[in-house]
């Protein structure tokens, strides 16, 4: 933990999913008044190559997230992570199944 603290090691969005559920509270609790934050260090990313193919955590992901996790029903929301993934292999191949 004490390497999260400090910012040596980043947290995956995982671990992040991971610690929002123990907590009992939303993933987005996290990115709260960070909006503006997180648009910058993305875009920093991929300014100096470094992390290129980071992914862009902005209002709009924030919301799906936040409402994809209030979604109870264990189904419904497997068949809607399906419609999206296949949404989005139509735009990039290297994510078909």
């Given at each position: 933990m004490q390497k999260y603290e400090k910012g040596v090691n980043r947290v995956s969005a995982g671990r992040l999913f991971e610690i929002a559920s123990v907590l009992g509270v939303p993933i987005t609790y996290?990115?709260?008044g960070a909006e503006g934050?997180?648009?910058h260090e993305n875009?920093?990313?991929?300014?100096?190559g470094s992390d290129a193919h980071a992914p862009v955590m902005n209002t709009e992901t924030l919301d799906l997230i936040a409402a994809f996790q209030k979604i109870e029903d264990t189904s419904l929301r497997k068949s809607l992570l399906n419609t999206v993934r296949a949404a989005a292999?139509?735009?990039?191949?290297?994510?078909q199944d």
């Open positions: 996290f990115f709260e934050f997180v648009e875009a920093q990313f991929a300014e100096d292999s139509a735009f990039d191949p290297k994510l």
